[in-house]
């Protein structure tokens, strides 16, 4: 029984399902919070709910959307962020004031701001905050 248990962890806990950086995914589904004292990485998966990720403040924040649902990430507390918005239809990002880059996000469904009040510069389909 506890070789179960550690092989189901094994897979489960270090299962990295396509995020853009380095990290296991933390995210148990598409609508997650990120755990408070670590950083957050989420591939959003096709086929499942909209993308609704809460990143942790003062964490690094790397969230790839799935291009065929919504994608909504907030993260103006967290250290350095970067979405992939992957040409998602809507894609809304709230950044904190600086350290935030969003790309392949295309179109009127675009929406970065820096910090609580700031919008991103836009170069084509990049986004970002000084």
Same mark, same amino acid.
């Given at each position: 029984m506890k070789s @179960?248990? @550690? @092989?189901?962890c094994l $897979? *489960? +806990?270090t299962s990295n399902d396509g995020g853009t950086g380095p &990290?296991?995914?933390d995210c148990l589904s598409d609508s997650c919070v990120c755990p408070g004292a670590a950083a957050c990485d989420h591939a959003c998966a096709p086929g499942g709910p909209p993308c609704h990720v809460q990143c942790s403040a003062g964490q690094s924040c790397d969230v790839l959307c799935e291009p065929s649902e919504e994608c909504h990430v907030e993260a103006s /507390?967290? &250290?350095f962020v970067d979405v992939n918005c992957n040409n998602s239809a809507e894609c809304h990002v709230t950044c904190p004031a600086s350290n935030c880059t969003v !790309?392949? +996000?295309v179109g009127a469904g675009c929406? $970065? !701001?820096?910090g609580l009040t700031g919008i991103a510069t836009r170069t &084509? !389909? /990049? *986004? /970002?905050?000084?």
């Open positions: @179960l248990v @550690l @092989l189901i $897979v *489960a +806990c &990290g296991p995914d /507390t967290s &250290g !790309t392949n +996000c929406e $970065v !701001t820096c &084509g !389909t /990049t *986004a /970002t905050c000084p």
